[in-house]
């Protein structure tokens, strides 16, 4: 297995700090990247539309939303630094081929939709500032590929300062922006109190969830920790979970101070001088400096935005990078990805500003938060799943009480976004002429999801139960043996793969030879990590075969049989071999599945490689 973000992967160093601030300043910058995606352009046209339309009312809900956040970072982080895994790989070691290609896709659009936020951000803020036409500062937004190269070669901790830098000149704005607004804070303080106004409100609320838990900061912060070289002892590990903690706390209530203070902006502003449809950021813009009687307003508002855009475009090129590599295995250049990307949010947005005009871009960005939102569950179910696990989580898994919140906060954004779904499918539906071609596409599809979903949640439980990865299990094993009184053969080896295969094998190995021959298992890790690291790999599924190998031991131990076991790693027809030779066997016995087709193709050809090159006999049982 490739590790994470491989060029930056423990490129920063902990264990030599000597003082306890020292050692927490060490870890710090992780999250101050993640945090970026919840103060981007995205935020900001939901949280103006929030503001503009209900005043202080969905100020709980960026609250509620912060909270989510920093439970979810929180554990993504977990993931990251107990496994050194980021979330796609984890999956991609989960589920099926099939499964993972889905998921792919879907976090690709979630990016994609992220990305398209950025750019209309970003060309909207150097609109406001420079005067420049709103499709030349989306084209413009294409060099920013440049910048995130040379960051990336200067090292994780450059890019962590300069995102940093960003961050803080978004903050210091909105001080001011404070200061001028002068908000009153009864209601601030009330608008604390959960409530939903409207159905209009739910649509602006769920779109402020989407834009506030984004999927891809989930794979972003998962591989993010691994940059940091520590102790991996279980004592570095726990401290290492707590100054992360640290760094998710202090970032994401930063990015909780922006939000806020946009959606205050926006009620103070707006709403206060019954302003309720101001939901574009140009129009956000030009309404600041008469209403609050300063040029300075306008000025820190459009600075602000375009340092939201920039910060926020260089994590969404990691995160593709991430989960590319992740699900696919496939890597690419780091200014490619970005291209691709950057090209992939350009083109809707240039096509949509031809067609309706400038003033459909705060519709976009709120559609862009949408549909994030309703990606969520396939990122958050399976990163609850993983980190509940205590295979895979070594003793460092989340406790009960967790997992019961972490289950309650997908519950709630998948609740939310059914609704969404189910009102949204049925109003296309009355207000369509042709409601029959939606009928065989969207229901379908929703259906569709609906269904994947149901998978992810169920599919771990199965598994766990198994405790395996693919239906592996030897408690399925019930040997029928029946001695006989002469045996030929006294060291026997026997490839065992988990399967119902192994059953016959066993069978007539033990026929060869009894109760008194030496028995040794030998099972092939044929996973991706196994093939590039061989012994030194350290993956779920090699912890999974390592243990089904000892309970195959166990078991035929008690049954009066002296079995040992070898496990290899790479390819059967090559380590097989190499296993054979190696000691000093009569015999080899394989199993076979029965299959027929492409899958027996496949077996064949492993047997007639193995077969010249081991100098004993080879017996191949059905």
């Known amino acids: 297995m490739t590790r994470s973000l491989d060029e930056v992967n423990q490129s920063v160093a ?11 300043l060490a870890f710090l910058g992780p999250a101050y990247l993640v945090s970026v995606g919840y103060m981007d352009p995205g ?10 339309q209900f005043g202080y009312s969905l100020l709980w809900v960026l609250l509620m939303s912060n909270l989510m956040a920093l439970l979810l970072q929180s554990l993504s982080a977990r993931l990251g630094i107990v496994t050194q895994r980021d979330l796609a790989q984890a999956s991609r070691e989960t589920y099926s081929k099939f499964i993972n290609y889905i998921l792919y896709f879907l976090a690709e659009i979630a990016i994609a939709a992220c990305d398209l936020a950025e750019v209309l951000g970003m060309a909207i803020g150097i609109n406001l500032l420079f005067d420049i036409p709103l499709i030349e500062g989306v084209l413009i937004t294409v060099l920013d590929t440049f910048l995130l190269l040379f960051l990336i070669n200067k090292g994780i901790r450059k890019m962590e300062a300069f995102i940093i830098v960003l961050v803080a000149i978004i903050g210091f704005s909105f001080i001011f922006e404070m200061i001028f607004a002068e908000p009153e804070l009864d209601k601030v303080l009330y608008g604390l109190v959960p409530s939903i106004p409207s159905s209009a409100a739910l649509y602006i609320a769920i779109g402020i969830i989407g834009a506030t838990v984004m999927p891809h900061n989930l794979y972003l912060h998962s591989s993010l920790v691994q940059t940091r070289k520590f102790d991996r002892t279980p004592a570095g590990i726990k401290q290492a979970l707590k100054y992360n903690f640290i760094d998710s706390t202090i970032a994401l209530n930063l990015a909780f101070f922006v939000n806020a203070a946009i959606l205050i902006l926006a009620a103070a502003t707006f709403y206060r001088n019954g302003m309720f449809e101001v939901a574009e950021i140009q129009d956000a813009h030009q309404f600041l400096e008469p209403l ?22 260089v994590t969404g090129t990691l995160a593709g990078q991430i989960v590319m590599e992740g699900y696919l ?30 003033s459909v871009t705060g519709k976009l960005l709120i559609l862009s938060q949408v549909i994030l939102s309703l990606q969520l569950g396939f990122a958050i179910i399976p990163l609850i799943h993983f980190v509940s696990d205590k295979t895979k989580m070594k003793g460092f898994h989340i406790s009960k009480t967790t997992q019961v919140a972490a289950w309650i906060i997908a519950s709630i954004i998948v609740s939310l976004n059914a609704k969404l779904v189910y009102d949204e499918i049925t109003s296309w539906l009355e207000s369509s002429s042709h409601p029959t071609i939606l009928w065989f596409t969207v229901v379908p599809l929703a259906f569709g999801f609906l269904g994947l979903l149901l998978y992810i949640v169920v599919k771990p439980f199965i598994a766990r139960a198994k405790s395996n990865i693919e239906n592996h299990s030897p408690h399925h094993l019930k040997l029928q043996y029946a001695p006989k009184e002469s045996y030929n053969k006294k060291n026997i080896a026997i490839s065992v793969d988990f399967s119902k295969a192994d059953e016959a094998a066993l069978n007539n190995a033990f026929e060869l030879g009894g109760i008194d021959a030496q028995y040794t298992l030998i099972h092939i890790v ?21 243990k089904l190998l000892l309970e195959y031991k166990e078991m035929l131990s008690q049954k009066g049989f002296r079995i040992e076991t070898e496990l290899g790693f790479g390819k059967p027809n090559t380590v097989i071999p190499k296993i054979i030779n190696a000691g000093n ?15 027996d193709i496949l077996f064949g050809t492993t047997v007639d490689k193995l077969r010249h090159k081991i100098s004993i006999p080879l017996l191949i049982v059905k």
């Open 292 to 313: 609050l009687g300063t040029k300075w307003a306008p000025i820190l508002f459009a600075v602000a935005l375009i340092a939201a855009g920039q910060s926020s475009t």
């Open 14 to 24: 902990t264990e030599h700090k000597k003082t306890g601030f020292r050692k927490i």
């Open 43 to 52: 935020n900001w046209a939901t949280d103006i539309a929030g503001g503009s």
């Open 329 to 358: 295995n496939l890597r690419i250049q780091p200014w490619v990805r970005r291209i691709i990307t950057r090209l992939i949010a350009i083109v809707p947005a240039v096509v949509v500003i031809l067609i309706y005009g400038e």
């Open 585 to 599: 066997f009569d015999i080899l016995v394989m199993g076979t599945h029965g299959h027929t087709g492409l899958k």
């Open 526 to 546: 044929e996973t991706v990590g196994a093939l590039m690291y061989g012994q030194h790999v350290d993956d779920h599924e090699t912890t999974i075969d390592e």
